[in-house]
């Protein structure tokens, strides 16, 4: 039977449960209580801006605890002997009422004192146990172990709160031209080239051979399914909004509160898959009734599908429920095609059905979030899947993470060497290993799944503004690795006040994914039920936070290489820039003649185009040579029907020095 050893360090662990578990732990409470208010008194009273460090975060619930436990007994007695007097002097309606007060303040008492501590691990950041720049396992790739991080704060706006009408997912937060340029150099520098229909068709190439399906590229006939992450859509909606097309409100105050403080959680936003859809369809040639897009275990909310529907409506907008509101009803599969590999020996389940449009895509696009996760460390491609199957739930694959406890203080899996369903899912000939393209978005990085909207980030380069990344590989290994690094740098306990990057063994999937070595003594992956899995990519850490540099950054080794973006990117089809030119727009604001000045100091084929915000091209104006010497070109918007509005101006060359790629944006009024 395929069932993991105990190792020495969990026979350690399981004795100090078991001396934990006979530790008084109601003295223990109320002497630490103590302290914590008295530390907290000392320090906070003085300035109560320490009330926000992360020390004070953590005594605050035991002070709270403290002061509840000695207010209740306090109020129950006191209550009590009031009682009394009053039912003597036969005012037995006052008696009563203080009877009631006391049994409910002696509700809370026993309530505080019978309730057992939750046994969290002592929690100490660790550098990992290979150290840095130390690669397990094997790239893969165009370019094997190649990780793309395109960085532009520009392309989110720093005034967004996440509140109804200034949410994450609204236009007025993301720079559309800027985006669309991210998307699209990443994906030439996956592939190696300028081009994007030639980088596209290299991926389709790359994973058909890796596939055993030949030397080919994309077949029109062949689907595909882009899993994104939407979770919070399944609970957060109402019935009614359900009913009325999964629209969160976009104004006025959310209730009941906890619907509030849920609002605005770190998922999927619009822009990056619209891309993603826009090369698919328009340089790739993939016929839009051929993509799926959804999250089978949620719904997809309007604020991404009204974007994407309106752009591309005969993509299917995958929901297991319905097919109102122009969504496309999908159905799970009958017969289980994922076999967990731990036999039941950890996991209550032994096998999983998926969906059968999922099952029978051609590929797979995995599109997770930047965040980390109470339970796993952190979520990302992988996790991503726990929302691909066809329960109502993932709750039963819990007890394969490094927390199996729903508050995360319940550390009993932590540790290397044991059984991660992540690694089946990595390796399932229909989830990993059927994705063509690994994509984590992080436009708007987030602390925790399905809990807490996205938070700025603190560590370089981001300091103190929204995370504005996309990340993209072909390796799920080394994608996950890089992602793995940045959040643990930022969610230490410092940076942030959480730290669940941080637990001992929170990449152990990694780890067993790069190399088979790193399997439970005994133990084998085999999720298709038709043979062992074996490398699924390179895992590695970077030199350090600051200057994040890999094993092939440094030259040192075939691990990871980060090839990182950043800079002014603007817009799609951006030549390589070798120089710049002047570019004048006059007047800006204007209500009907546009003035686009510029000097060439040699002929030039020019390229104008106008794009609306959202990165459509609307016009092209200008695409000839032009000769020496300044140029003016006037636009007319009212005879071009071009009605009033912000604008992008893109004017690109090419000459014997190379070329050049300007823009500006410019406003049409009434």
């Known amino acids: 039977m395929n069932r993991p050893s105990f190792s020495l360090a969990d026979r350690i662990n399981n004795a ?46 035991l002070m709270s605890g ?51 501590i939750v046994q969290a691990k002592p929690f100490i950041i660790q550098e990992p146990p290979e150290g840095s720049n130390n690669p397990i396992g094997k790239g893969v790739g165009i370019f094997p172990g190649r990780v793309v991080w395109a960085w532009n704060p520009e392309a989110t706006n720093a005034a967004c709160d996440n509140t109804p009408g ?15 340029g991210m998307v699209e150099e990443s994906i030439t520098e996956l592939a190696g080239t300028t081009a994007l229909k030639a980088a596209w068709d290299s991926l389709f190439t790359l994973h058909n051979r890796r596939n055993y399906r030949g030397n080919k590229g994309y077949d029109p006939n062949e689907t595909i399914f882009i899993k994104i992450n939407q979770g919070t859509a399944s609970w957060l909606l109402t019935a009614q909004e359900k009913a009325n097309g999964f629209a969160l409100p976009e104004s006025g105050t959310i209730s009941p509160s906890w619907r509030a403080t849920h609002y605005a959680t770190t998922e999927t936003g619009p822009f990056v898959v619209l891309n993603i859809l826009r090369q698919l369809v328009d340089i790739a040639g993939v016929p839009q009734q051929n993509i799926y897009i959804g999250d089978p275990m949620a719904h997809i909310y309007d604020h991404n599908f009204r974007i ?111 059984y991660r369903v992540m690694v089946d899912i990595m390796g399932h000939k229909n989830l990993g290993a059927n994705t063509m393209l690994f994509i984590v978005e992080g436009l708007f990085g987030g602390s925790e799944s399905e809990v807490k909207p996205p938070r700025k980030w603190n560590m370089e380069p981001f300091n103190g503004h929204w995370t504005s990344s996309i990340f993209m590989s072909l390796d799920q290994v080394a994608l996950e690795s890089v992602c793995y690094d940045f959040l643990r740098e930022e969610f230490n306990g410092i940076n942030q006040p959480e730290a669940y990057p941080n637990w001992e063994g929170v990449d152990d999937h990694l780890h067993q994914a790069a190399d088979p070595k790193n399997w439970p003594e005994g133990f084998e992956y085999n999720p298709d039920n038709k043979g062992v899995i074996k490398s699924l990519g390179v895992h590695e850490h970077w030199n350090n936070p600051k200057n994040k540099m890999y ?66 091209q609307i016009k092209q104006v200008l695409n000839s040579s032009l000769p020496t010497g300044k140029q003016e070109i006037r636009l007319n918007f009212q005879e071009e029907n071009i009605q009033p509005g912000m604008y992008i101006i893109s004017l690109s060359g090419n000459s014997s020095k190379g070329s050049f790629r300007e823009t500006q944006k410019v406003q049409s009024i009434d």
């Open 308 to 418: 994407w529907h309106n752009a591309f409506p005969d993509v299917n907008y995958a929901d297991k429920t319905t097919d109102n509101h122009n969504r496309t009803y999908i159905l799970p599969a009958l017969n289980p095609v994922m076999h967990y590999s731990d036999k039941g020996e950890i996991l209550e389940e032994t096998e999983e059905c998926l969906f059968e449009e999922m099952e029978e895509a051609d590929y797979l696009i995995n599109m997770a979030c930047l965040k980390s996760h109470v339970r796993a460390g952190i979520t990302l491609c992988t996790k991503n899947h726990f929302g691909s199957i066809s329960r109502d739930g993932a709750s039963h694959l819990h007890p394969a993470l490094v927390s199996t406890s729903n508050n995360g203080l319940d550390q009993s899996n932590t540790g290397y060497k044991k």
């Open 166 to 180: 200034n949410a994450f997912w609204n236009y007025k937060n993301n720079d559309t031209v800027i985006i669309r």
């Open 16 to 61: 100090r449960n078991y001396l934990i578990k006979k530790i008084p732990y109601k003295p223990v409470l109320l002497f630490a209580g103590f302290l914590a208010t008295v530390w907290f008194l000392i320090r906070v009273i003085p300035k109560p801006s320490r009330a926000g460090y992360p020390c004070m975060r953590a005594a605050a619930p």
């Open 551 to 616: 094993s092939q950054n440094l030259g040192t080794g075939q691990g990871i290489e980060l090839k990182q973006i950043s800079g002014k990117i603007v817009s799609a089809e951006k030549p390589v820039k070798n120089y710049s030119i002047a570019l004048q727009t006059y007047p800006n604001p204007f209500d009907q003649y546009l003035t686009i000045a510029f000097e060439l100091d040699e002929p030039t084929h020019i390229l104008l185009k106008i794009y609306q915000m959202d990165g459509k």
């Open 66 to 116: 403290f002061v509840l436990y000695i207010l209740s007994f306090t109020s129950a007695f006191t209550a009590f002997r009031k009682s009394k007097t009053l039912f003597q002097k036969k005012n037995y309606a006052g008696a009563t009422l203080l009877i009631v007060f006391a049994l409910i303040s002696a509700g809370f008492f026993f309530v505080f004192h019978t309730q057992k």
